[in-house]
């Protein structure tokens, strides 16, 4: 299985991205999928996640209201948009996906490659 995620860039503060996150060969429909980042010298956090159809979804509070994780199940696509972005935003961003959702955020079953975001002040 593997997890691809794309999209990341320099933006200003303020400024948007959104990344994406390609499966295969997993039908990306039948998991939980969420979106984590690690900033240089710092711990993996957890950002958002979202159910099998979309119809759940948690985020962390420094997500909350700024980002909003979506799914395209017919495309086997999960999606990060990020809005308002700050310098502390800057981080690898990774996409992960688990056949079951449990209370811990990070008990993911694959995890993909990252792509860098950075945000400037």
């Known amino acids: 299985v593997q997890l691809q995620a794309s999209g990341g860039g320099l933006v200003q503060t303020g400024g948007f991205l959104t990344l994406s996150c390609a499966a295969s060969?997993?039908?990306?429909?039948?998991?939980?999928a969420g979106w984590f980042r690690q900033a240089p010298g710092k711990e993996r956090e957890f950002v958002a996640r979202?159910?099998?159809?979309?119809?759940?979804?948690v985020y962390s509070d420094s997500a909350k209201g700024r980002f909003t994780i979506s799914r395209d199940n017919d495309k086997n696509m999960v999606y990060l948009r990020m809005n308002g972005l700050k310098p502390e935003d800057t981080a690898v961003y990774f996409c992960?996906?688990?056949?079951?959702?449990?209370?811990?955020?990070?008990?993911?079953?694959?995890w993909g490659k990252g792509t860098q975001v950075t945000v400037s002040s």
């Open positions: 992960a996906a688990s056949e079951i959702i449990t209370a811990d955020y990070y008990d993911m079953d694959y």
């Open positions: 060969p997993l039908t990306f429909g039948n998991w939980a």
């Open positions: 979202i159910s099998w159809k979309g119809g759940s979804t």
